[in-house]
């Protein structure tokens, strides 16, 4: 008898989206603000995954800069990239299709994620996928951000999905420690914002776009 899955939960960026290049617009609109040198795309993206204000303290250890004028820079980012979220982000491959084809099987979704989560509200809506999430849990004061299960579990219950039938999608290794501490199904799909080889993350399954998950979905857990 296959398991079956109640619902599923996606990372934002570098799952659902390549927010990527707006991110480093905003990053680089902070660090010229202070007069510091910009960052590259290739160096933005292996920093992305924890939230703005992680982020940037990553970068400013990049410039061999120390963190006093790291709340500067933080806030300069968020009201920077709150005006201009999606100048140059797209859905990532296999998405749309993906999300439609989970919608007419009737399943639940949700985001989880560690960008701010007014942010990610505007991002997924700028994107025109809005309507398929029931939910969008992102930072917020007083919350725990992933791998901490903490984002996770609340996503969940806006579904109504319990965990262990719940399918946890990202990209990375902290969507990959999510899933695991949450004993949710975990899949990471390749070509996102991963940090580490995808054989070291033990996940349930890793795909090569959104296109493999709806197969995943028919062949081992819906039915």
Known sequence: ?????????????????????????????????????????????????????????????HLNEGTECANDVIDIMLSYY?????EESNLMPGVQSCLEGLDQR?????????KEEDLAKKVTAALGIESYFTAVVGGRLGLVKKPDPSMLKIAAAAINSPLESTMMVGDSEVDAATGT???????????????????????????????GLLEILDQQYLG
């Open 1 to 61: 008898m296959k398991q079956h899955i109640t619902g599923c939960i996606f990372d934002l960026d570098g799952t659902l989206a390549d927010t990527a290049p707006d991110i480093t617009l905003a990053l680089n609109h902070a660090l010229r603000a202070v007069g510091l040198s910009r960052l590259s795309l290739e160096e933005t993206v292996m920093m992305i995954g924890n939230g703005i204000p992680a982020l940037v303290r990553m970068a400013l250890d």
């Open 82 to 86: 709150a005006e201009n979220y999606c």
């Open 106 to 114: 009737g399943v639940p979704m949700a985001i989880c994620t560690n």
């Open 181 to 211: 501490a949450a004993k949710s199904v975990t899949v990471i799909v390749r070509g996102g914002y991963c940090h580490k080889p995808y054989e070291a993350l033990h996940v349930n399954h890793i795909i090569e776009t959104m296109d």
